[in-house]
């Protein structure tokens, strides 16, 4: 795939410019909040205003500060994860479905077992046995429950590249296993690879805001999930806190669309019937 | 027929894998939680009903694992799914059983109705965009496709929140929450008519997070077919637009897609839990919920299990559809 295809394709540009601008938030972080995200002393429930931006909790926390801080753990999370899927994907997909054997075939089995459990399911049950995970907890449970479908989608790509005259070629020449993967299969494949990759961080952004939302993370830490689950438990809807319950939501739609819109458009360069010539 | 057979056998085995990771999980999980609620629960249930449930769990027993295993399988494929904890003493399979029609209602009529709606929105969007020439963007198709790719990225349960503060709070047209007037009966029109009216806001938040999928999957699969030669041919025969886009297209391109149910139906589900949650809507998804915050294991493991197993027999049944759809996977099977 062509790399310089994604400056000319509005759909990844878009996609980049939302992502790298939360990015940018998250770092910046500690020095663009208002106040301390854990601070609770403000009046509860005020309105948007000169000082509160977007207005005060029902416990006295400062909004636009919670959701600046909540950056961090989404970006971080859906960064992490992806990779982590990404990897395991690479093992039991890209180099399985390329080594084939004994490797493969157990490699494909698991696959299948895991492409059989419903993953939302799954998810919320391996956190209820955790009691409520730290974030990296979290991290872990959903690389667990994320990474079937791409390892399968990968494997047959992998399969399809096996026998093809150049990789035939760089294994005559008694090149390791691992260097053909990596040299030769991955970067043939690298499209499906890259827009996997922001397929899986956008299942991880997500599912670690629903987990934390119905009070599986660890409720103390300030994050967009958690920040639904106090507006839901501190009855944000009968007190006509609308925009407690707005803002947090409507940051996880834009990063997930942005993470959706990279997919695609990686996905768009890499596969040439859906270009536009 | 060949082809269902084997299928079938599919189903046996994957249903069968399923349940052998059902009864390994809570065995793998780390710091053993199960044996935690035993000590929580012990004084509190009576002692026949503890002994029982260790055995389902395998603990403080003297068979083996594989000994538990056979039980395990023979207790299972009888519909012995134990005894739930915070709802003593119902069984398990009873409260899955009350739950059950209430998600399987909605779960089935968004899926079709997101799947309609989602596939004419993308059929469309790329038929605009192959009719529109090779250098201009078709409006439709500019706007059709980040707007599938948001309702894709929408946390469900968030647009459910939305949805009950504005349309059912603020405005008061719908119920906010549960799956019926409390003492209404379903077999009444007035009852009928609660019932609806509260799977009302449920079934359009559904639809609404599952669709994107449906848009983007006939889009791309459209405008690949669009480039085949036979539609070029048709072009070229002189046939209108509207003949080649719904006779010779769409009707091929919706085949790919309709093989991804079982794909879209595991997102539909991980909504579907969420959004129950929210609605307080009295199906397995809010069911799980109470299993989890009361930490009663049997009901959880109950619950997963049922799940698993609809899924999977919901994708049977969709393949078997798909052989009356596409005749290649008939010719294919009878060789």
């Known amino acids: 795939m062509s790399w310089t295809g994604l400056l000319h394709n509005r759909r990844a540009i878009a996609g980049a410019l939302i992502f790298a601008l939360f990015c940018l938030v998250a770092l910046l972080a500690p020095v663009v909040v208002p106040y301390s995200p854990t601070n609770i002393n403000f009046t509860p429930l005020l309105h948007p205003s000169a000082k509160h931006l977007l207005g005060t909790t029902v416990n006295g926390q400062d909004i636009l500060s919670q959701l600046i801080w909540g950056a961090r753990a989404s970006l971080f999370v859906g960064l992490i994860t992806g990779a982590l899927i990404s990897l395991v994907q690479l093992v039991l997909g890209v180099f399985a479905g390329y080594v084939g054997g004994v490797f493969d075939t157990v490699a494909s089995a698991v696959t299948n077992v895991f492409l059989v459990l419903p993953p939302l399911p799954l998810l919320i049950i391996l956190a209820a046995y955790l009691r409520g995970g730290s974030l990296l907890e979290l991290i872990g449970v959903i690389t667990i429950t994320g990474w079937a479908w791409g390892a399968k989608v990968l494997r047959s790509q992998a399969i399809a590249l096996r026998d093809r005259p150049f990789v035939q070629a760089a294994r005559i020449t008694g090149e390791s296993r691992w260097h053909i993967v990596f040299a030769h299969v991955v970067p043939n494949m690298l499209g499906i690879i890259v827009s996997n990759f922001f397929g899986a961080a956008l299942f991880a952004v997500l599912a670690e805001a629903g987990l934390e939302f119905i009070g599986l993370g660890n409720i103390n830490d300030v994050t967009w999930g958690t920040m639904l689950y106090w507006a839901q438990e501190g009855d944000a809807i009968l007190l006509g806190a609308w925009v407690w319950l707005l803002v947090p939501g409507l940051c996880l739609a834009l990063l997930g669309t942005s993470l959706g819109l990279l997919n695609f458009a990686v996905d768009e360069i890499a596969n040439p019937r859906l270009r536009r010539d | 027929m060949r082809y269902v057979i084997r299928r079938f056998r599919a189903l046996l085995i994957t249903c069968w894998?399923?349940?052998?990771?059902?009864?390994?999980?809570?065995?793998?999980?780390?710091?053993?939680?199960?044996?935690?609620?035993?000590?929580?629960?012990?004084?509190?249930?009576?002692?026949?009903?503890?002994?029982?449930?260790?055995?389902?769990?395998?603990?403080?027993?003297?068979?083996?694992?594989?000994?538990?295993?056979?039980?395990?399988?023979?207790?299972?494929?009888?519909?012995?799914?134990?005894?739930?904890?915070?709802?003593?003493?119902?069984?398990?399979?009873?409260?899955?059983?009350?739950?059950?029609?209430?998600?399987?209602?909605?779960?089935?009529?968004?899926?079709?109705?997101?799947?309609?709606?989602?596939?004419?929105?993308?059929?469309?969007?790329?038929?605009?965009?192959?009719?529109?020439?090779?250098?201009?963007?078709?409006?439709?198709?500019?706007?059709?496709?980040?707007?599938?790719?948001?309702?894709?990225?929408?946390?469900?349960?968030?647009?459910?929140?939305?949805?009950?503060?504005?349309?059912?709070?603020?405005?008061?047209?719908?119920?906010?929450?549960?799956?019926?007037?409390?003492?209404?009966?379903?077999?009444?029109?007035?009852?009928?008519?609660?019932?609806?009216?509260?799977?009302?806001?449920?079934?359009?938040?559904?639809?609404?997070?599952?669709?994107?999928?449906?848009?983007?999957?006939?889009?791309?699969?459209?405008?690949?077919?669009?480039?085949?030669?036979?539609?070029?041919?048709?072009?070229?025969?002189?046939?209108?637009?509207?003949?080649?886009?719904?006779?010779?297209?769409?009707?091929?391109?919706?085949?790919?897609?309709?093989?991804?149910?079982?794909?879209?139906?595991?997102?539909?589900?991980?909504?579907?839990?969420?959004?129950?949650?929210?609605?307080?809507?009295?199906?397995?998804?809010?069911?799980?919920?109470?299993?989890?915050?009361?930490?009663?294991?049997?009901?959880?493991?109950?619950?997963?299990?049922?799940?698993?197993?609809?899924?999977?027999?919901?994708?049977?049944?969709?393949?078997?559809?798909?052989?009356?759809?596409?005749?290649?996977?008939?010719?294919?099977?009878?060789?």
């Open chain 2, 17 to 335: 894998v399923a349940l052998t990771v059902n009864f390994a999980l809570p065995r793998l999980m780390p710091g053993n939680p199960v044996e935690t609620m035993f000590a929580r629960y012990q004084g509190k249930v009576s002692p026949s009903a503890i002994s029982a449930m260790e055995l389902d769990f395998g603990l403080n027993t003297k068979t083996g694992e594989l000994g538990q295993y056979f039980d395990y399988l023979g207790h299972t494929l009888t519909g012995n799914l134990g005894i739930s904890f915070s709802y003593f003493p119902s069984h398990v399979g009873t409260l899955i059983g009350e739950a059950l029609p209430w998600t399987l209602g909605l779960v089935g009529f968004a899926t079709i109705l997101a799947f309609l709606l989602g596939t004419t929105l993308g059929m469309v969007a790329a038929w605009r965009r192959g009719t529109a020439g090779w250098r201009r963007a078709s409006l439709v198709d500019t706007v059709l496709v980040p707007f599938g790719l948001m309702l894709g990225a929408l946390p469900s349960f968030w647009i459910a929140l939305i949805l009950l503060y504005f349309i059912a709070f603020k405005f008061g047209w719908f119920p906010i929450g549960g799956g019926l007037n409390p003492g209404a009966g379903i077999a009444s029109w007035s009852g009928f008519v609660s019932l609806i009216h509260h799977a009302a806001l449920p079934a359009i938040t559904l639809t609404l997070i599952s669709m994107g999928l449906w848009i983007l999957l006939m889009r791309n699969n459209m405008l690949t077919v669009l480039g085949d030669d036979y539609v070029k041919f048709a072009r070229a025969k002189g046939l209108r637009d509207h003949t080649i886009a719904y006779r010779y297209a769409a009707r091929n391109a919706i085949l790919p897609v309709f093989s991804q149910l079982a794909l879209a139906l595991g997102i539909v589900v991980g909504g579907q839990v969420f959004i129950e949650i929210v609605f307080s809507y009295p199906g397995i998804g809010y069911l799980l919920l109470q299993a989890v915050y009361n930490e009663d294991y049997p009901l959880m493991q109950g619950i997963f299990l049922i799940f698993t197993i609809t899924l999977l027999v919901a994708s049977f049944l969709a393949d078997v559809l798909y052989v009356f759809l596409d005749p290649r996977v008939r010719m294919e099977s009878a060789k």
